[in-house]
Nanobody, 126 residues
Framework: VQLQASGGGLVQAGGSLRLSCTPS????????MGWFRQAPGKEREFVAV????????FYGDSVKGRFTISRDSAKNTLYLEMNSLNPEDTAVYYC????????????????????WGQGTLVTVSS
């Protein structure tokens, strides 16, 4: 299974972007799908997650109220709508999928995920 992330780019502070993530390859079952980000010199940071069952969502504190994670089951695509972007949001954004119960319980840990996309760069200028 491969995850293909897209939608990154350069945006001015206060602007918006929408990231997409599409799995390819064999069909797979997941417990959660989420987004992480990593800025230069920093650790990978949890951004948002959506559970397969019931679609419940959780967000990192730094993006609450600004970012929205969603999925389109018909298109088999995961989205991250990002609004009110600021320079601190500049990072490579990764989509990921977790298959296990630990993935669901510890969704904020990168180690809980089994599949990762290649990342898409988001740059927010001031």
């Amino acid at each position: 299974v491969q995850l293909q992330a897209s939608g990154g780019g350069l945006v001015q502070a206060g602007g918006s972007l929408r990231l997409s993530c599409t799995p390819s390859g064999r069909t797979f079952n997941y417990v959660v799908m989420g987004w992480f980000r990593q800025a230069p010199g920093k650790e990978r940071e949890f951004v948002a997650v959506i559970r397969r069952i019931a679609g419940r969502t959780f967000y990192g504190d730094s993006v609450k109220g600004r970012f929205t994670i969603s999925r389109d089951s018909a298109k088999n695509t995961l989205y991250l709508e990002m609004n009110s972007l600021n320079p601190e949001d500049t990072a490579v954004y990764y989509c990921a999928a977790g298959r296990t119960s630990d993935s669901g319980a510890y969704y904020y840990r990168p180690s809980s995920y089994d599949y990762w996309g290649q990342g898409t760069l988001v740059t927010v200028s001031s």
